[in-house]
Nanobody, 117 residues
Framework: QVQLVESGGGLVQPGGSLSLSCASSRKIFTLYTMGWYRQAPGKQRELVASISSSGSTNYVDSVKGRFTISRDSAKNTVYLQMNILEPEDTAVYSC???????????WGQGTQVTVSS
């Protein structure tokens, strides 16, 4: 069983930056997508950003121009750089890995991001 370990959450002021990482315990040889969902209290879960094994990226409209997802294949790790953070970005961010061949999805443990003065 592949496992995902997340890190990088915390408290930051509006306008600040934070970086999240998600590391897989094993190298992925199949086609896949990885990224983060987030869920804030009282709001629906939404896909924030994703990156495929081909390098194609996608972002929810509200974070475009502020967030950047990237990968380091040698380290089996995906990164989410979050800039110009807003209070509306406050949520639990959960990393995921989805196999494009089997449809199986695994999740990281989740990390809290709080944007507040």
């Amino acid at each position: 069983q592949v496992q995902l370990v997340e890190s990088g959450g915390g408290l930051v002021q509006p306008g600040g930056s934070l970086s999240l990482s998600c590391a897989s315990s094993r190298k992925i040889f199949t086609l896949y997508t990885m990224g983060w969902y987030r869920q804030a209290p009282g709001k629906q879960r939404e896909l924030v950003a994703s990156i495929s094994s081909s390098g194609s990226t996608n972002y929810v409209d509200s974070v475009k121009g502020r967030f950047t997802i990237s990968r380091d294949s040698a380290k089996n790790t995906v990164y989410l750089q979050m800039n110009i953070l807003e209070p509306e970005d406050t949520a639990v961010y959960s990393c995921y890995l989805r196999s494009s061949t089997t449809g199986t999805t695994i999740w990281g443990q989740g990390t809290q991001v709080t944007v507040s003065s």
